[in-house]
């Protein structure tokens, strides 16, 4: 039986890379006493064959990685026992194989050894010398490479007689195409508290104590940890640095050019080869007859290819004159560059800005203040360290450094005060009792170490500390009882024959809900209702402290004429089909396997891993 070429083709590429891929690195030697790892019916899986495909899984990770990879990490990545699978699933179609009697012959093996790259000589052909010193360097036997390469050719055969002829029925097809892509026209209205009529009744204490009572996991409080902590930040010293105003007039200097900036102008640059195509570009842009635009998509380019952004006149050498001469929205040119002649289009104006000494010494002196406490608070990190080493309560900290003592009560989630800083919540976290203090950095530069005085274990609000939350919800409960109360009597008058419109309520139509459909104003809910509705019905959804009638009006079918259903389509096909080729080998596979039987040797394992370590 002969293996189709598609088949061939991914044989010679598998095998050539794995003599490729042994051969470059070199091969190990699981040479033991011991032979096999394990047996599959009357297929042995070799240590040598389970040592090369563990290694050549390790080998495809580093790639990845772009680092060498450890045994210790190749396990925690779960590779021996991925690459044990494999060949025992291998182990097992071999089997199955030589028991149907399906093999592949001399003539077809010898034309797949031909074909393979790595074993061909200078002259493109097959050569034996190169492929015997292939299969050296990978530590393998040509016999037993070309046992390998019938099996792997068989068992490819044997999966593509398992998995083909499995198309699907269009039915199958079409009953998920259907679910995916059938539409919806609906027919909605909104139901607000403007419609509500009526008096209205307040709870009473009672009311709202015995919803705090019967809800009471909605106010509790989360487990809380009372730290204390002392901490430096540059803000906090700000005013405690001292800077020479000469200092500030020399940086004011250094950075005139951020403070005084030019007059500039945002062009378009359209260079041409020599001075005559840009003076033909020029003269029919003057005469009307294209625009500066049409010259650009002649030239091949878009308007992004030819933006210079915005420039000083001192940028644009030779043409700066002209182009600073001109207003926003002139064509100037051919004007001469580096680049040679070039037309420019003038897109706007940006006035010279000029920030006096005055106006922008306030900017530096903060910005050279903070740059100055934060090496001041850096330089504090390791006498702190020192202190807390020699024994240093967090208060004695705060009485002999500038560190500030404070607490908090933090519970997870909260953004207040130094809780507010990224890193802090993730330490406070992990912060346990008896834990010794040590300094951590803050992401402004700061410093803080803290301590846990005390673990508060979750516990109910006190009902007055929450009341007004309470009151919100009992009140919120009661809007939306009376809108579906006003709602049922639409729904009622509607079911009666009467109309949106009739109703007084403002109506709009969805043509053509699909599933995923988002529509503005609605929650999730509102689609997913419509899908479960009978053409006529009418029902409702909350949304918003308001209430969705929502009538269906008619159930309509995909639309084969959108492309993008005709791509689903062709797309569900397609995995559809995959996935249930992918079932039936893996079942196939999984009947082989236990018929077969399959006996691991654990002690031949360990043997072999001991060559990685």
Partial sequence: MAASKGSKVAIWILMGLLILGLGGFGATNFSSTVRSVGSVGDQDISTMEYGRALQEEMRAIESQMGQSLSFEQAQAFGLPGRTLSRLVADASLDNEAERIGLSVGDEILGQQLQNIPAFRGIDGNFDRETYSFALDRAGMSETEFENSLRDETARTLLQGAVVSGKALPDSYIDTMLTYLAERRRVTWARVSSDEITGPTFDPSEEDLRTLYENEIDRFTLPERKIITYAWLTPEMILDDVELDPALIEEEYEARSADFNKPERRLVERLVYANDDAAQEAATRLEKGEVGFEDLVLERGLVLADIDMGDVTQSQLGEAGEAVFAAESGDVVGPEQTNLGPALFRINGILSAEVTPLEDAQAMIREELAFDRASRRVSAEAEPVEDLLAAGATLEELAQETDMQLDSVEWAEGQTEGIAS???????????????????????????????????????PAPFDDVRDRVLNIWETRRNMERLNAVADDYIAKLGEAA????????????????????????????????????????????????VLILKLDEILPPNLEDPDTAALRDNLQQRLSTSVSQDIYRAFAEDARTRAGVDIDQTAINAVHANFQ
């Avoid at 040590?438 to 005085?453: H, S």
């Avoid at 109506?507 to 599933?515: D, K």
């Fill in 421 to 459: 800083y990224e890193g802090f919540e993730a330490a406070a976290k992990a912060l346990q009792e008896g834990d010794f203090p040590e300094v951590m950095q803050l992401t402004d530069g700061g410093i803080f170490a803290m301590r846990l005085d005390e673990v508060i274990a979750p516990e």
């Fill in 499 to 546: 109309d949106f419109a009739s109703l007084g309520l403002e109506a709009q139509t969805e043509e053509a809900l699909i599933r995923d459909s988002d529509v503005l104003g609605t929650p999730p809910e509102f689609v997913t209702r419509a899908f479960q509705m009978q053409p006529g019905e009418i029902s409702k959804v909350d949304a918003f402290g308001s």
